[in-house]
């Protein structure tokens, strides 16, 4: 089995299980209870804020734990928006995660505010020009994600960040797939609020954090013991914070090294393809990309089809989004980017582990002009 499926899910790391461990056993208090074992277990969830906020370039006061990005998306975008109203309208994308298209639909329906879809390149870019002209003075929030779980596009979020703040707005990135491969410092993306998931980056499924800078407001999307200093009610994940805290260490100490070792190993990925299915299609930006992402369209196939060949060959890998998975229509990432109904539904989504090797990318490529051959054979009996 090959696993090419990295931008659904990533295996937890040795090194995570191991911090993580007491505090699943042994250190199992409560981090709101009053005596001794929850006392360790509320210094310990401490020392993780710190730990994060100092890799990520911020304050531990700016650190909100959450399930995951998806809670932290919601947070973001409903909370950012219902206690900072300069104006009830946002700026986002067509290409972002369904948690920001829906959070973005809920505000929309339930308390009136107009969401500005703006247009994206052939490649899946948002451009500065375009965000400027949509700014206007009632606008509260700017959300654009750093990177594409589907395409791989990189977005220009500082550049981005800039131009909001020149007009007073801030803006929100879901850095979701770009955790454990770019730099998602503060200081470097400029974001005034940013997502994280642990699952992307080495860390277990379940907890995910919100940066949000001091200065901004959040209504809370959870309410109840008042948690998260009041931003977000539950019971503290310690050792999932633990676990995040010490995979986005592996992560920043390893990342210029693994991204040129998942660059090369892409780029070969992607030349192969193309050279054995002459008509397959790149999708998302030819450079700004992922290091680990490759991801194609294959006219006169169905993406279903190719990954049922491809798993039946020994290749995990995936048709877009994980969490639209299961759904018939072409994915809302590809119909933005101008690609055809027809040809949006034959996508197919490859995203490397840093573990993987020459020989296996070999593999893949010729399991994809196999799989592409009998797909098309299939198809025309």
Request: hydrophobic share 45%.
């Amino acid at each position: 089995m090959i696993y090419l499926d990295a931008a659904a899910t990533t295996p937890v790391r040795r090194e995570v299980l191991e911090a993580m461990w007491p505090w699943l056993t042994g250190e199992f208090g409560n981090a709101s209870s009053q005596h001794a074992l929850g006392k360790r277990a509320a210094e310990a969830l401490t020392e993780a804020r710190a730990h994060v906020a100092a890799l990520l370039g911020c304050r531990a006061s700016e650190i909100i734990f959450t399930s995951g990005g998806t809670e932290a998306d919601n947070l973001a975008l409903k909370g950012i928006a219902l206690a900072n109203p300069r104006g009830r309208h946002i700026v986002t994308s067509p290409i972002e995660h369904e948690a920001v298209l829906a959070s973005c639909d809920y505000l929309e329906r339930h308390h009136g505010f107009e969401i500005t879809y703006l247009p994206v390149s052939r490649f899946g870019l948002v451009e500065t020009a375009v965000l400027a002209a949509a700014l206007r003075e009632d606008t509260t929030l700017v959300s654009i994600l750093l990177a594409s779980n589907e395409v791989g596009t990189i977005q220009p979020v500082a550049a981005l960040a800039a131009l909001a703040h020149a007009r007073g707005v801030p803006l929100h990135t879901d850095a979701v797939q770009g955790g454990g491969v770019l730099d998602v410092s503060v200081k470097t993306l400029g974001a005034d609020a940013m997502s994280l998931s642990g699952h992307k980056l080495g860390a277990p499924k379940g907890i995910g954090l919100l940066f949000l800078r001091g200065r901004l407001q959040a209504e809370p999307v959870l309410h109840g013991g008042g948690q998260e200093r009041g931003r977000r009610s539950g019971t503290e994940n310690v050792a999932g914070a633990i676990g995040f805290a010490r995979a986005l260490e592996l992560a920043v100490a390893g990342r210029a090294e693994r991204s040129d070792r998942l660059s090369h190993r892409r780029d070969e990925l992607i030349a192969g393809v193309l050279a054995g299915v002459p008509d397959a299609v790149l999708t998302g930006h030819p450079t700004l990309r992922l290091p680990g992402h490759a991801s194609f369209c294959f006219p006169g196939t169905s993406g279903e089809a190719m990954l049922l060949q491809l798993e039946e060959r020994g290749i995990l890998c995936s048709s877009g989004s994980a969490c639209a998975a299961g759904r018939d229509e072409p994915s809302h990432v590809l119909l933005a980017m101008g690609l055809t109904p027809e040809l949006a539904q034959t996508a197919v989504r490859f995203t490397l582990t840093e573990t993987v090797s020459e020989e296996e990318i070999r593999q893949t490529i010729q399991a994809v002009h196999q799989a592409s051959q009998a797909v098309r054979a299939t198809a025309a009996a």
